[in-house]
């Protein structure tokens, strides 16, 4: 189910207004740019996308197939192909990778500005088709597109001022932060900016109300579910770990170590430097972790469970119509049953119910003797060999009780996107499997 002219000629008016928008954001930014750096060559250019796009907006309000520009159906198709989870993963695992190795050269304002120019132009085009548009248009889903780029600025701007930072600090000079100190009164000079900000947003919000209609839906009726059934938008991360993971263990075990590895980070840290103001290269470590827990452990399930889950919970493309009827087969085995079953060709130890509580005890130990292993080995033998390793400067200057508890988090934490890998690549299902305790792992 693709683009057709009745759904172009529905969204021609939006199209038209979405490329005369993006032509005005241009045709100012070529003026500031004329006007106040006097770059005349930056100017041109820019003057001349604002003028293209002015051209894209006269074609999209057409309303025809032929005409509306939109893109190829061999690139969408491809797009779809590439969609997976693992391509995915990969995905913006490379992209958070070469952000932070290249971010000398992404914070520069124009590289910066056409890269946001093309996401938007991007984005656009791909709207043009019906499916893409069904979910990127949804009243539900649009405050999570606006918030996409809003999280992709202030990154950016974050990102900005540690590299001027670091340069700065290199140099032999102080931080922006500790030039620009001057303290200022709360009244009236932060509660006025408060003020307007304050009627700025409730004006957004009213404007915001009356344009895009709530997304108000049926009453709920236990004879009919939706498909698929969401969580709102701040659960969608942890809907999706339920995937992967027991109940207790991602709606649970999970986000209480998260809120106590929060609590504990001010007594783990040990380096005074980049306290009061933005750096990276002073905090590598922490910066590093931080982004990657909050950015590819969050965010990105967030947009995986919004824009790529679909009926019954299935994988879709973003230009896939999401069919209800679609069905993937996944044989999902617990890793007992790979071992003994598929590696050794015996049978699973069965426990026996008259059996003795300590025999019953050790069939199960027996049995889950595989996963057993890799766990002691991933969270007892891995510390003490990162600690002389990788790891060893940390450990000596934390001593080691918080080592132990810094390294333990990190592995916790690199728990969730290893089961994921295992999951889609081996059908893993579980490593621990106890049904007798309800103890899944």
């Known amino acids: 189910m693709h683009s057709n002219g009745l759904f172009l000629k529905d969204v021609a008016g939006f199209l038209g207004s979405y490329y005369t928008g993006l032509a005005i954001m241009n045709a100012i930014a070529a003026f500031l740019i004329w006007r106040r750096k006097n770059r005349t060559g930056e100017a041109v250019f820019w003057a001349s996308v604002a003028t293209a796009l002015m051209v894209l907006a006269s074609l ?25 989870p693992v391509n995915y993963t990969a995905g913006t695992t490379a992209l958070f990778a070469g ?45 999570i597109v606006g918030l996409v780029f809003l999280l992709a600025f202030f990154t950016w701007v974050a990102t900005k001022q540690a590299v001027e930072n670091d340069e700065r600090i290199a140099r032999g000079l102080p931080p922006l932060e500790k030039e620009n100190d001057e303290k200022v009164l709360v009244w009236p000079d932060l509660v006025y900016t408060e003020l307007i900000c304050m009627v700025a947003v409730s004006a957004f919000l009213l404007a915001w109300a009356l344009l895009l209609p709530a997304p108000l839906e049926e009453p709920a009726s236990s004879v009919k579910t939706p498909n698929p059934s ?16 027991d109940p207790w263990y991602a709606g649970v075990a999970l986000p209480s170590m998260v809120i106590f590895g929060l609590m504990a980070m001010p007594y783990l840290d040990f380096n005074k430097k980049g306290n009061g103001y933005y750096s990276i290269n002073e905090r590598k470590f922490a910066y590093l972790t931080f982004q990657f827990g909050f950015l590819e452990l969050w965010i990105t399930l967030i947009i995986l469970g919004t824009f790529l889950r679909g009926p019954n919970w299935n994988f879709f493309g973003p230009f896939e119509f999401w069919s209800p009827y679609k069905v993937e087969v996944l044989n999902n085995v617990d890793l007992p049953q790979m071992f003994w079953v598929n590696m050794l060709n015996r049978p699973l130890p069965r426990v026996a119910a008259d059996a003795p509580w300590y025999a019953q005890m050790a069939t199960i130990l027996l049995r889950e003797a595989p996963g057993l292993v890799i766990m002691a080995a991933y969270l007892f033998l891995l510390p003490p060999l990162l600690a002389v390793t990788v790891f060893r400067k940390y450990f000596a200057k934390m001593g080691l009780v918080r080592y132990l508890v810094m390294i333990n988090l990190m592995l916790l934490m690199l728990s969730l996107p290893l089961k994921m890998v295992l999951r889609w690549t081996l059908n893993l299902k579980y490593l621990i499997s106890i049904p007798e305790f309800s103890l899944n792992f």
């Open 99 to 143: 952000a932070f190795v290249f971010r000398k050269f992404f914070v520069k304002p124009m590289v910066a500005w056409t890269v946001f120019n093309a996401a938007l132009l991007l984005m656009g085009l791909a709207m043009a088709d019906e499916n893409f548009a069904s979910i990127v248009m949804k009243a539900d889903n649009v405050p």
């Open 230 to 245: 969401k969580a709102p938008w701040y659960f969608l991360g942890l809907q999706e770990m339920l995937v992967y993971f």
């Open 60 to 84: 999209a309000m057409s309303g025809s197939a032929t005409w509306v520009p939109h893109l190829p159906e061999s690139l969408r198709k491809l797009v779809n192909t590439l969609s997976g």
